[in-house]
C-alpha cells in the first residue's frame, strides 16, 4: 500500500511543473512584459496577451499531454494555427484599416515619401543578418521587425523562418512598445534646434470621395506591383474602405472593434505561448533581439534624414519638420505620439500629431509592400 | 465630376495597357521537342504521339490563345486564310501560362482529340523545323530546326538552358551555337537543365552575397510603389481644387446675390473670441463632469407617490380570449 502511495506521489510529480521544471523556464520573460503593460502602459493591449503567453509556454509539462502550442491536437495548438499559417495578420490588417484615417496622407502627399525611406531600416538589418551567417529566409524575417509592424513581422517570419517566429515576434511587439524611449534620442541626435521649430502648413479638407477613391486606387497600384503583398494591403484597404464608404458602418465597427480585438488576443497569446525556453533560449534568440534594435534604429534615422534631404528641395511653409520622420516606421499611432511629445518640447504650439500622421499610415503600406518584395525575393 | 471619371478612365486604361505589355507572347519558347516517340510521355489516351514542350520564360502570366503552332511557316505574314498546317491554339484555362511554367502540345495530327492536339505531324512534314507564331500571324516567335535524324531518334531536342537565347542573332534568323541541342534525358513540362539543382536561396547567397543588391531592388520597388501612390494623390489634389473652383465660379456666375450671400456667410463663419471662449467652457465643464444638470434629484423632502400604471395589477394580468 506504502508503496502504492510512494509510486503514485511520485507520478504525479513526475507530471506536475516542479518536476519538469528548468532554469529556462524560470527565467522567461512573461512577468516583464506584463510588469511593462499595466505599470508603464507601454501597449498594454499587446504586452498583456504576449506577457500571459509567454508564462502559460512556459509552465512545465511531459511531452504528449497534448497542452502544449507545438504538439498536435492541443487547444493552444489549434489556436496557434492562425499564427502559422499567418491567417491572423491580415485580419488584424482589416481592423487597423478599418481604423486608419489616410486624410493626413490625402492632404499633403508628399510625406507617403517618408513611409517609404524608413524601409531602409529593413534591408539594413538584412545585410546585417547576412553578414552574421543567417540564411537569406532568416535574414528577410528578422529584417521585417524594423518595418515596425508586429502582425507584418510574424507573417513574414511565418513563412520564412516559422522556428525563429516567437523571438521575432516579442522583439517587434517590444521594441513597437518601447518607440518612445527608443526613437526620441535619434530624432534629437539628427536634427538641429532650428529644424525643429519648423512650422508646417495645416493640412487641408479631404472631401469624402477622395477618401473613398483611396483604398480603391491603392490596392490597384500596390497589388498590381507586389501581389505578395496582397494578404496585407488587400485587407488594409478593404478595412479602410469599409470605414470610408460610409454604408458599411456595422461591418467597419466590427472590423475595427470586436473583429479586431479577438485576433489581437488570439495572435498575443498563441506567439507568447510560443516562445518555449527549449525554443526560445539560443544565442539566436539574442542575436533577433540585437538585430531589431538595430533596425528600428536604422530605420528612425533614415525617415529623419530622408525628411532634412527633401528639405533642401521644400521652400517656405512646404518644409517638413524632420522630428516627423520618424513617423515613417508604421507604430501606428505611436511613432506620431513621438513626434508630437518632441515638437512640443521645443514648441509648446506646435502640434505636429496630424502631419506626423501621414508618414504613419504610409509606414503601414510601406512595410506591406516591403514585405511582399521579401516574399517574392525569398519564398 | 465629369473630370474625375476623366481620370478613372485614364488610371483604368493605363492598367489594361500595362498589363497588355505584362502579357508579352514575345517570352514564349519551344522548349523541348520529341517526334519518335515510343514509349515515352503519352497523352491523356495513353498514345505515344511526337510532342512539343512550349515554355514561357517570362515571370508574369502569359495568354497564348490565338497563336499559332506550324511546320510550315510560308503563309507567314501574308495575311488571309489560315494555312492548313497552322494549328490556333484555343481558348482554354491553361492556355494562361503562369510564369516560367511548361505546357505540352501533341502533333498528332488529332485536333478532334482536344485543344493540346495539333492538326499536323512533324514525322510527316516535309520541313524539319516547328515554329510558334504570334496570333496576328505575323510575327515568328521562335522556330527550333531539329535534325531529320530527329525523326527516327527516341531523343528529345531543345534549348539547352530553359528558352535561353541570343536575341540579336535569333532576329537575323541565326542561333549561337550550343543554344540547342539533343537533350540528355527526356523532361516533358518540365526543365531542361537536369545537371545539379541549386536552390532558390542558394543562388541568391551565391549571386548577393551580402544582400546589397536586393537591398537596393527592394527600397526602389517600396519607393515606387509609394511615388505612384503620391502620383495618384496629387491628381486628387488637382482634381478636387479644380471641382472645387469650377462649382464656386458656376455659382458665382447664375447668381451673383446668392454668392454675395454665401461669401457674407463665409465671414460669418469666422468664430469671434467670446464664442470661442464660451464653447471652451461648455467642454471644459462637459469634460470635467460639471454640467449643471443632473438625471436625479437629491432632496430631504418626502417624494410624493404619483399614480402609475405600472403598479395597476390588472393590467399585467392576461386577459381573456375574445370569442
Redesign the interface.
Known sequence: MLEFFKEGLLQFLSYSGFGNCTWGHIIMIGLVFIALGIIKEYEPLLLVPIGFGIIIGNIPFTDGLQVGVYENGAVLNYLYFGVVKGFYPPLIFLGIGAMTDFSA??SN??L??I??AA??G???A??TA??LDF???E?GAIGIIGGADGPTAIFISSKLAPSMMGAIAVSAYSYMALVPVIQPPIMRLLTTPQERLIRMRPPRAV?H??KV??PM??I???A???PTGLPLLGMLFFGNLLKESGVTKRLANTASGPLVDIVTILIGLTVGASTQATNFLRPASVLIFVLGAFSFVIATASGVLFVKFFNLFLKGDNKINPLIGNAGVSAVPDAARVSLVEGQKYDRTNFLLMHAMGPNV?GV??SA??AG??LS??Y | MKS?YKY?FT?VAL?AV?ATFGQSVDDLRLNEMMIKNVDNYADEYGRHVPWVEIFNTAYNTVNITGCYLTDDTTGLAKGGEIPTRWYRIPTDQKMYMPQRSFLIFYLDNSPLYGPYHANFNPAESKTHYIALISANGKELLDIVEYPVELRDTARTFGYVKDGVRDPKAFKQGKREAGELDYLGEFTPASSNETGEKIS??DK??RDD????G??I???A??????????I???I??YV?RRATQKSKAQEQAVTPAKAMASKAGEEDDTVDGPTCAAIGTALHLHFGSMHDEESEVITINMPSKHYSPWAQKELTMKRNPRR
Request: include cysteine; glycine fraction near 4%.
Open positions: 496622407l490625402i502627399p508628399k507617403i515619401l513611409g517609404a524601409q531602409f529593413i534591408f539594413a538584412y545585410i547576412l553578414l540564411t537569406p529566409m535574414a472631401s470621395r477622395e477613391l483611396f486606387m491603392c490597384l497600384l500596390t498590381f506591383l507586389v504610409a503600406i510601406g509592400v516591403a518584395i521579401l525575393f525569398l | 474625375i478613372i488610371v492598367f500595362t532558390k536561396q541568391l547567397k552575397p551580402y544582400g546589397i536586393m537591398a531592388i527592394s527600397m520597388v517600396v519607393f515606387t510603389a509609394l511615388i505612384m501612390i503620391y495618384m494623390l496629387k486628387f489634389n478636387t
